[in-house]
């Protein structure tokens, strides 16, 4: 006797439903265009390296996958039991077919594995050449820190590399485990406290590339993106030597918005964790020198505008929870103000 009736049977399929309607959306959604951080899209040689390793191994895979599927409908369908009394030809295996079917996959994976084995050996040889440009990249809680050692420059979140040129990061952190990802440009290399992984990137083309953390930190992990800004190397000279400005304290007898703002910068305790170089020295916040040259904050997660650095300044810790900017005393709002005056002198 059968077990399933055709009701059973439907209230299953009904149940099913929003399983399938749930596979077809995530499907559809890894198929968006001009995915900002689509991995399939590589924009420079390194990720191209990688790319090329993929999408034949993906290839093969599909290959088989069908041809495994297919074999077993078909095996499923054609020898299916077909009466109570029909029992299926018993034989004691196929000395050829088994062979091959351990040979052929033995073959492939070498192949695949040789293949994966060279590319990661290649991916991680370091270039001590003078054409490269390094890039100390520091994680934080959440937040990322790009030290360029050769050129005297230290900004974060936004890393802005010249187009052509490789570029090697050195990673640290400086709290817990993260993970360096710019999905368009390189795979993703973990950033471990008490040691320095390498990894390289390199852009094609000027464009930005965005990016995120990809490992678990702690509560504001998803708040902890990037982003990858690559110039013509004319433009990032221009850049570079606009990095190198200080920015010197209004000079004394200023008065003004920005002046009363720049001395809450030290009084509200700012500076005790923002360096602006030529005016402060602060090591646990990221380095405002040049703050209102960047298109994002907080992580790459808010857009810089004066709007955003409100609210920001109102809360951090309910715009980004956790964080390590904890002011004891809330900022009035003529304070922030003054304070957003200030800041937005920082190009
Ligand atoms: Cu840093 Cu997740």
Known sequence: MRESTPVKASRRARRLLPLGLLVVAAASGACARNAPQDTLSPEGPIARQLDNLFNPVVAVAAVFFFLVQG??????????????????RQIHGNVKLEIAWTAIPALILA???????????DLNKIDKSAEVLNVTVTGHQWWWEYEYPDLGVVTANELYIPTGTRVE??????????SFWPPKLAGKVDVIPGRT???????????EFEGQCAEFCGISHSRMRLRVI??????FEA??????RKQPAPAPGTAGDVAEGAALFQSRGCAGCHT???????EVGPNLTHLFDRETFAGSIFELNSINLRRWLRDPQEEKPGNKMVLPVPL??????KLIAYLETLK
């Open 230 to 235: 690559a110039q013509a190397p004319e433009n």
């Open 197 to 207: 992984n390498t990894m390289a990137i390199e852009a094609n083309n000027p464009g």
């Open 71 to 88: 074999l077993v409908l078909f095996a499923a369908i054609r020898f299916r039991r077909r009466s109570e009394d029909e029992a299926p």
């Open 169 to 178: 990061l050195k990673l640290k952190s400086d709290d817990v485990i993260h």
């Open 276 to 282: 602006v170089a030529g005016y402060t020295q602060g």
């Open 239 to 244: 850049w570079v030597q606009d990095q190198k």
């Open 111 to 121: 192949v695949v594995g040789i293949a994966t084995v060279v590319t990661i050996w």
């Open 332 to 337: 009035t709002e003529d304070e922030i103000t």
